[in-house]
């Protein structure tokens, strides 16, 4: 506990997908507060913000954190991100960005042009624009953590090629911006959930594929090297926390897979 005590963080994705388990964002927002941060819990759904909002004020006493609707896409909506953040707690210390989409996506020549344009702006652009936004502050502060969630499928075969492609590109985004601004202090990092039980990688499929959710979530499973451990939400918030942490103040520029051994088999 408080391993971000008096830290100010910025959550974007903050809301979730309806479902039965708890998605990565909400997960993260929940954690961040009981380890301590002020946290501004972002999501282009404010209902889903504010959902969030709720449920972090029944699970952490006294947490310090408010709703704020935006569009990652946006570059004008991620600066009065940042904006809102510094008015609010004075300073940014962390940059989890938990935006992804992937409806629509196919192999290469069954997805649109439209679907593929729309996947690589909110995955890839809005994590740039994002970024973009907190760098002057935390460039100034001369401190910053930045997380992306980018995804296992990022390195390995998968038939949702924009999806892919647009996580491939942000790890690279990730790598570069580490490098750029590690002189002035700022770690950037990115996290490759795997095969996880959260709402968007499981109820929402298993609904479009009209298939019971746990018979989806078991058939994602029996591909998983580690044996009765179900990823979820709380898997990734746990290692975002680890990163954002002073634990992790010599990491910096690491593809972190959370994927229950999935990616060593990749090779």
Request: hydrophobic share 45%; with cysteine.
């Amino acid at each position: 506990m408080g391993r971000l005590q008096g830290k100010s963080a910025i959550v974007f994705g903050a809301g979730q997908t309806p479902g039965a388990t708890i998605g990565n964002g909400r997960a993260t927002a929940i954690t961040f507060a009981r380890e301590g941060a002020r946290v501004l819990l972002v999501d282009v759904d404010h209902a889903a913000a504010e959902e969030t909002l709720h449920t972090v004020f029944d699970a952490v006493e006294g947490a310090d954190c408010a709703a704020f609707a935006a569009d990652i896409t946006d570059g004008q909506a991620c600066t009065a991100v940042a904006s809102e953040c510094i008015d609010r707690y004075g300073r940014i210390d962390v940059l989890h960005v938990n935006v992804g989409i992937g409806a629509g996506d196919g192999r290469t020549e069954s997805v649109s042009e439209a679907n593929w344009q729309r996947i690589h702006d909110t995955n890839l652009k809005g994590a740039w624009l994002a970024s973009k936004s907190v760098l002057p502050h935390m460039r100034e502060q001369h401190s910053g953590v930045i997380t992306l969630i980018s995804s296992l499928a990022s390195i390995s075969t998968t038939p949702l090629m924009a999806y892919k492609t647009s996580k491939a590109a942000m790890n690279a985004l990730a790598q570069g911006m580490a490098l750029e601004y590690a002189a002035h202090g700022v770690r950037v990092n990115a996290i490759l959930p795997g095969l996880m039980d959260t709402p968007m990688a499981v109820d929402a499929p298993a609904a479009a594929r009209n298939v019971e959710r746990d018979t989806w979530r078991d058939q994602r499973q029996a591909r998983v090297p580690l044996i009765d451990v179900v990823g979820n939400g709380w898997d990734t918030a746990n290692a975002a926390v680890f990163l954002a942490s002073e634990e992790a103040r010599y990491i910096t520029g690491i593809l972190l897979p959370v994927d229950g051994g999935r990616s060593a088999k990749i090779g």
